[in-house]
């Protein structure tokens, strides 16, 4: 080798390491920015062993009919609780009490849900829930995360709009989406103008008896209610509602009911109409008080708004409301104050079915119009005067200043998000924590499970000026809406307390027994670590003989008064199974039609004895 060519080949070397050197160098740059990064994120949402999530968040689950309890910052979902649908886990819809709450339909369609109020602050007693498919609304107990009472509303067509609760929980509110003709009348749709009705259920929840009441409706032109909010503070007697469909289109909404450049949102001052019926002044429609606009001057308004809104919010001080423009991608902030004023002077442009159309020059504080940001649907709140909206079009979510209207800050969301819950978003105080966005799509952020994908959630930090991305985790159908509460004001029993004067209920092994009433038998019986007591006269006290076509009731008390010991109780082959959790008394009532042996068994894993706790229901053959 040439001393030249030695010298060429060290310099290529020391070339080569430099270039490896400098690329290294950058390469370790690009990863520590990136897993400093990803390690600020995860540290965000890690919870360690033994600490607890700062936030419950409550999802509607949209046509699953269930409520779906996340704890936040972490996502991890901690609870399904059925509330419009069966649950053969926890034998919701299968025994006695909750079957006949779901009053024999078999899903529902949740898609706002409503922690009760106190003040305009989540309380954390109570959650009330929508069904849009079957016109219901729920109480779910928030100190057993169990379904407490149903109720089914008359003259609706699917109670979208809500729920919506007033600041101390007086209404839960829910306004119709499709108009029909009041009383289940019949009426063609060619009459539909005349004779089809936008119906609000204005309904009370007493929280002793734990039963809802329909205090009254209110009838409103069949225009299709989108989403509503009560008013706060000095706007606290009023809620509000915005429409689609002031074109009275009855086919092919699409285009129909996408004609008219301005729809409405229509405000009603809830106070004064429960004077008007505390007064006797309504009509009785199919067991409902019926108000009309047209004989009820002062408490019903329409403001116009860009054509095809979704959803209108209010601002956590009460002084606004927020419309967002779905087909005009425009956020129209109204004032409350330039509202009462133009009412006062009654500054009218037009009058719709008796209510009075306030001139929207007169009551509209000012038009955002973030350039891009298509398809806005629902507006939150932060805890600085700012207000997050959805962006289902340009999937984003955009920060922007209630006061001033300057857009602060835009980030993506994956994919098409429809409502966004912000920690404490609808109270009178938002935290300005937590912000999830709900989204409708998520393509291919996750394994693929077919040609149908998982709803997803993004986590998002809003506690800096700019907002930050933080993940984004696959969920059920359909997340539609959320609140998220501080887990301060959520106060769970930990068993059912011990009521010896309850209703069929057994305390002692001893009173453990079967009573025959005609064709009926009633088995009063304890479920405990790791047997069931059902007649304790018997020597087989877990064997029950019926005779084929008798009714048959177990009331079943579970006794052990520890936290999370659940029993369950299923009947082989009966298609059957509830459960018992610590301390309650439910009942399973059926009639034994099928002769034969069936094993019973606890279906919940209990104890180390859990598959020894069985016993035999035997039908004697007629
Ligand atoms: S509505 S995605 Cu059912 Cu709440 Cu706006
Ligand atoms: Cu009781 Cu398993």
Known sequence: MTTK??????????????????FFADFNQASENASGDLKSKAEKVYVPYGELDEYYMMSSGGHSGQLFVYGIPSMRKIRTVPIFTPDPATGYGYSKETKEMLGGFTWGDFHHPAISETAGDYDGEFLFANDVGNNRVAAVDLSTFTTVDIMSLPNMG?????????????????????????????ADLDKYEEEYKGVVSMTTFDKETKKFDLAYQIVLPPWSYDLSDAGKKMSGDWIVMTTYNSEFATTNLEINASQNDRDYIVLVNWKKLEEEVAAGNYHDVN??????????????????????????????????YIAAGKLAPMMTVFSFEKTFEAIE???????????????????????????????????????????????????????????????????????????????????????????????????????????????????IDISGEKMEHIMAVPVDPEPHYAQIVHRDKIKTVTVYEKDENRENSVWKQEDAR?????????????????????DAQSDRPD???????????????????????????????????????????STLEFVADKAGVYPIYCTNFCSALHQEMSGYLLVEPK
């Open 5 to 22: 060519r030695i010298i060429s080949a060290v310099l290529g070397i020391v070339a080569g390491l430099l270039v490896a050197v400098v």
């Open 158 to 186: 699917g109670p979208h709009a809500g729920v919506f609760v007033t600041e101390n929980t007086e209404y839960i509110a829910l306004p119709t989406r499709f108009a029909r003709p009041l009383d289940n009348k019949y």
């Open 287 to 320: 067991g409902a008080k019926m108000i009309d606009p047209r004989d009820h001057k002062g408490a019903i308004y329409a403001v116009p708004v860009a054509k095809s809104p979704h959803g209108v919010d209010v601002t956590p001080d009460g002084t606004r």
């Open 345 to 459: 002077k009654e500054d009218f442009t037009d009058e719709k079915f008796g209510i009075p159309v306030l001139s929207y020059e007169s009551v509209m504080e000012r038009e955002v119009d973030p350039p891009g940001a298509l398809g806005p649907l629902h507006t939150q709140f932060d805890d600085k005067g700012n207000a997050y909206n959805t962006m289902f079009i340009s999937s984003e979510i955009v920060k922007w200043n209630i006061e001033t209207g300057e857009v602060i800050d835009r980030t993506p969301s994956y994919f098409s998000p429809g409502h966004a819950a912000a920690a404490e978003g609808d109270t009178v105080s938002p935290d300005g924590k937590w912000l999830v966005s709900l989204n409708k799509i998520s393509k291919d952020n996750f394994l693929s499970v077919g040609p149908s994908h998982p709803e997803s959630m993004d986590l």
């Open 514 to 534: 079967v009573e025959r009433k005609g064709d009926e038998v009633h088995v009063y019986g304890i479920a405990m670590r790791s047997r069931f007591i059902f």
């Open 543 to 585: 064997a029950v003989t019926v005779k084929e076509g008798d009714r048959v009731f177990f009331h079943l008390t579970n006794i052990d008064l520890d936290q999370d010991i659940t029993h369950g109780f299923g009947i082989n082959e009966y298609d059957l199974n509830f459960e018992v959790q610590p301390g309650q008394t």
